[in-house]
């Protein structure tokens, strides 16, 4: 069944000028209703001890007022929801504020992750709130209100402060205003998590260390990011102090970012450990989404691990390329083909091409091939196992991106893996619903044949491709090609370079060819001797030879050409009929000729009679 689809318009909702002056408006109200109770419990005093009360404690009673104004306030709920969303309103006007003191205008891919992170973070914490803690009280669900909105306006700006920074990283001219802002900005975020988790820890300090752990996690995360930011912010103000290129930048930033994706990665696998285990829901739904999310954290811990232990070997790998002398470099006067940069200090590939360092690493954590020549640098210094130079091992490579093993599985593995992916898209029906994805991994034993199939037509639609932009190269020689690079683009560039030759095509001779250049030969040597016996003897030698090529000819004419009716999809026809229309036209142009030369022949014969 399908449910129907809900649109929410933007255009319809409330300005914040609006939206602000209603909630004050209803503020005022639930006061002046809390008022009224509190008067009415007043009068039940008796006047002696009111007036007593008055006369002697003013201050006090004006307190005493204003504490059963908000206790009444507190209990009805009517009043508590108009309280929640004051408290809403004021955030989002500081928000504002934010936004025009630091931000300005949002980008249109900044307030999509706005959208984004809010719904992520309300649906997530809901669950949290009603899912695992199981609030009753409204005491209580208030604290974790309070709690949970404090710590998504901090990560929220926080995020933006990332997608901020990282655009202002690739623009040109910056205003400094811009960044003092934005670390101005920073700080101020990392203060304030500070002290609200030190508030929160001292009021749930008595509720147990199961509520101080959850708080701290949330405060770690996002104290984490704030710093994050704040490194990267600080490493790229000093790239721009430098003159020259820094070549240890890139080194840095891999390193904060491998410190913060794992840090993050391992906080948040504990975080929903403890939310599954102290929550007791394991037959639930939010159990289910807890465990999805376990999930996601674990790959992406198990990802990052294998992206290190890859940039290990990357680095590795270069250290083997030695560094070029500064004289090398002024004679060359090169730019690094990767960065475009000037060549100041570059590592040698064996092919004898020059880079920056860091720009070669990133280029080998991709690709393990020299980026002008495509060389392979994965199998430097051992005995290259491929019969092409310029060809890439991509099964045995260990470095860069390895190939999808659909189209050329492991023959050494008996197992596939399928994948069914399913997703939701909340904004297709309210646009406060998140999206998520859900994968589910197969794996099963391969079934040869039925591969073998697949892997066959798969490839024969990568040599048709390579055919239609290179007919003359014969099909076994481009799937040979494709079986070792695994790739059409590699197979094109060694088909350009000429690394990969078409195989020299057999001869046909035509018979009948070589006695008429026997003949013609015979009859110029001839020629040079003496005058009528000679030309006699030459004439009557070129005409027997024309005779027996126009024989020849006969029978190849009352032979039929077998060029077919139609256009031949295989290349190997298509060159056989070329090659058989090629030599019927030599062939006539020979009998022509010889006719020619038998002309001539009588036609001086006659002139010297």
Known sequence: AMFPAVYINSSALPSLRSYVTSSILLLLCSVILAAHYSVTSLESLSNKTLTSYNEDHKLQMVR?????????????????????????????????????????????????????????FVFYKFIFIFGVMNVQT??????????LSVIGFLTLFAKLCKYRFEYLSFSP???????????????????????????????????????????????????????????????????????????KRDV?????????????SVIEFLHHIHMLIWGNMFFSMASIIISMQLRYFFIKMQRTIEKHNNYLRVVKQIEKYPYVSPEDLKEESEDCAICWDKLECARKLPCNHYFHSSCLRSWLEQDPSCPICRKSLDNVGKPDSSSQPGLDDGANSGLGIMFNNTL?????????TRNHSFHFNGLRYVSWLPSFSVEVTHTQLARPNNQQVNNNSLLDNMVRQVQEMFPDMPAQTVRDDLRNTRSVEVTIENILEQRLIAPPA???????????????????????????????????????NAKGAALTDDKAESQPLNLGGRFSKVP???E???????????SNARRRYLAKQVTSCENTKQSLE
């Not at 015979?522 to 030459?538: C, F, I, M, V, Y």
């Open 138 to 147: 409204v005491d209580e669900g208030l604290l974790w209100f309070s709690w």
């Open 408 to 416: 050329f599985p492991n023959t050494q593995g008996d197992h596939i």
């Open 64 to 120: 005493f007022v204003l504490t059963d104004i908000f206790t009444i306030m507190v209990q009805l709920p009517m009043c508590v929801v108009i309280l929640v969303n004051f408290f809403l309103c004021l955030l989002c006007a500081l928000g504002k504020l934010v936004q025009k003191l630091v931000f300005g205008e949002f980008r249109v891919s900044e307030q999509q992750h706005v959208k984004v992170t809010l719904s992520n």
């Open 576 to 586: 056989q009929a070329l090659r058989q229309r090629r030599d019927a036209l030599l």
């Open 252 to 264: 840095y930033v891999y390193y904060v970012e491998l410190v913060f994706e794992l840090t993050t």
């Open 506 to 544: 057999p001869r046909y001779v035509v018979p009948g060819h070589q006695d008429a250049s026997g003949a013609t030969a015979a009859a110029t040597s001839h020629s040079k001797a003496d005058d009528s016996p000679q030309l006699n003897g030459a004439s009557h030698g070129v005409d027997e």
């Open 572 to 574: 190997q026809e298509r």
């Open 173 to 247: 001219t910056i205003p400094q205003r811009s960044h003092v802002r934005l670390l101005g900005l920073l700080f101020t975020i990392l203060v304030l998590s500070c002290c609200t988790q030190v508030a929160a820890i001292y009021i749930a300090f008595p509720a147990g260390w199961n509520t101080v752990g959850f708080l701290s996690s949330e405060w770690l995360l996002l104290s984490l990011l704030t710093l994050y930011v704040i490194v990267r912010y600080v490493i790229h103000l000093v790239d721009l102090r430098k003159p020259d290129k820094w070549e």
